[in-house]
């Protein structure tokens, strides 16, 4: 079972859809989780730490739910910028990060 | 305002040379990761280093990888020996402390060819 699990889309949504994304990690001791946004095969940026408490930054909310091992993301009003590859990381034991493959989105127009 | 120094953006190596991949890390950061992506897969963990330490290399292959941190300077990624399967894109991450709670700030990358 891979430690950290997306489905790899790809999600073609109109602008101003809202698109969620999924994604199940095995290790039940990681403490700390991400979403970072790729774009291009360019360097991964940092979209949000999620908390158990979930949290929300604009148009983006990130949800934890630790009995299930599941986290997701949530876009609202999506825009074309937002079109890019959704990493879902999973903190490691020894400070490594733990990616998932990434779930591909595609806003049109 | 630097953030994570990768260099080069783009190398290219026939198989046997060596290839060596530098990152400084974000000011005030002393802890270095390095990652590597293959073409259509995700990230993968291959070391973790504090200054003139090996903290974690679970990831990295047994044979022709190697890296260091040294006090002064970047920290380098070598590979020395480069076969086809090498190429991929390599990527840095610094973070203040070695928390995994915290996240982690990247370079741009280098991406490595090999003919």
């Known amino acids: 079972r891979k430690e950290v699990e997306q489905d790899p889309g790809p999600f073609n949504v109109p602008e101003g859809a809202t698109v969620a994304f999924n994604c199940t990690y095995s290790?039940?001791?990681?403490?700390?989780f991400f979403w970072y946004r790729q774009d291009c095969r360019k360097e991964p940026k940092l979209l949000m730490s999620?908390?158990?408490s979930g949290n929300e930054d604009g148009r983006f909310t990130a949800q934890l739910n630790r009995a299930s091992q599941y986290i997701s993301l949530l876009i609202r009003d999506s825009k074309l910028s937002d079109s890019a590859t959704y990493l879902c990381?999973?903190?490691?034991?020894?400070?490594?990060?733990?990616f998932g493959k990434g779930t591909k989105l595609s806003v049109k127009p | 305002n630097a953030g994570v120094m990768q260099n080069p953006r783009h190398l290219v190596r026939r198989r046997g040379q060596e290839a060596r991949l530098r990152c400084s890390p974000m000011?005030?950061?002393?802890?270095v990761y390095w990652y590597r992506q293959l073409p259509e897969e995700g990230l993968k963990f291959m070391v973790y280093?504090?200054?003139?330490?090996?903290?974690?290399e679970s990831g990295m292959p047994k044979e022709r990888f190697s890296a260091e941190f040294p006090k002064e300077g970047p920290s380098i990624l070598r590979i020395q020996q480069v076969v086809r399967g090498d190429s991929a894109a390599y990527f840095c991450?610094?973070?203040?402390?070695?928390?995994?709670?915290?996240?982690?700030?990247f370079g741009d990358g280098t991406r490595l060819s090999i003919l």
């Open positions: 991450a610094s973070s203040p402390q070695g928390l995994g709670n915290q996240p982690q700030h």
């Open positions: 290790n039940s001791a990681s403490q700390s």
């Open positions: 999620v908390y158990s």
């Open positions: 990381v999973a903190g490691g034991s020894q400070g490594n990060l733990i």
């Open positions: 000011k005030g950061h002393s802890h």
């Open positions: 280093l504090q200054k003139e330490n090996i903290i974690d």
